[in-house]
Structures are given as C-alpha cells and as structure tokens.
C-alpha cells in the first residue's frame, strides 16, 4: 500500500467548480491507475471516475460515471506526480467526501465501474460541499 493524499475540497456554490489533487510521495503514480470515489452521508462509497497508468502500451482509458459525465475530468501531471479532478456545473448531490485509489494492476475502462475491493492505496480524503 501507499499513501495518497488528496486536497482541493470545500464549500461551493451550485454550479460551482473545484479541482480535487490526488498526490503520492512514495511511488510514481503515472505506474498506477488512479480511480476517484466519493461517499455521501448514509450511503455506499461509489466509483465515479479513474484514469489508465502510463506504463504499457495498452494502458486503459478514462471513465465517468453518468452521474458526473460532462462535468466532471480526470487528468495527470506526470512531472508533479499527481492526478486532477475537475469538477465543473457542481451540484448539491454531489455533496460527500471524496476519494483516490490507486492500484498497478486495475485496467480503467470507459464501461466498467471501478470498485472499491479493486483498489488497494487510499486517500483520507477531502469533504466536497456544495450547498447556496
């Protein structure tokens, strides 16, 4: 396991953006598929977006879930050791904590859900809150 560290959460009006970081010290990300969960009060902790690592040919793509397709991005900087989230057009229903993982061996696909027993590197992560 290594330690991630996200930051970038707050307090944000409706239609609001933020840009969530995901950052490793111990390893280079860019090896690892990053995925992006969030976990609202009383509910499952649920996939919402991962990005495929850099280290193989075929490495995977970018997924959203349709909850956050067209508003939401996932991105890299290599050269910061660190993955984005972008996250435009918020909502109150986005409100929950959020969450990166990175696991070497996940393949991120544009269909397929990523699922928290995928993923063995966590966050602590970093409480997003959009209410007027």
């Known amino acids: 396991q290594v330690q991630l560290v996200e930051s970038g959460g707050g307090l944000v009006q409706p239609e609001g953006s933020l840009r969530l970081s995901c950052a490793a010290s111990?390893?280079?990300?860019?090896?690892?598929?990053v995925a992006w969960f969030r976990q609202a009060p009383g509910r499952e902790r649920e996939g919402i977006s991962c990005?495929?690592?850099?280290?193989?040919?075929?490495?995977?793509?970018?997924y959203y879930a349709d909850s956050v397709k067209g508003r939401f991005s996932v991105s890299r900087d290599n050269a910061k050791n660190t993955v984005y989230l972008q996250m435009t057009s918020l909502k109150p229903e986005d409100t929950a904590v959020y969450y990166c993982?990175?696991?070497?061996?996940?393949?991120?696909?544009?269909?397929?859900?990523?699922?928290?027993?995928?993923?063995?590197?966590w966050g602590q992560g970093t409480q997003v809150t959009v209410s007027s």
């Open positions: 993982a990175a696991d070497p061996g996940y393949y991120c696909s544009g269909d397929v859900v990523p699922k928290t027993y995928e993923f063995d590197s």
């Open positions: 111990e390893i280079n990300l860019d090896d690892y598929a």
């Open positions: 990005i495929g690592y850099t280290g193989l040919p075929h490495y995977g793509g970018t």
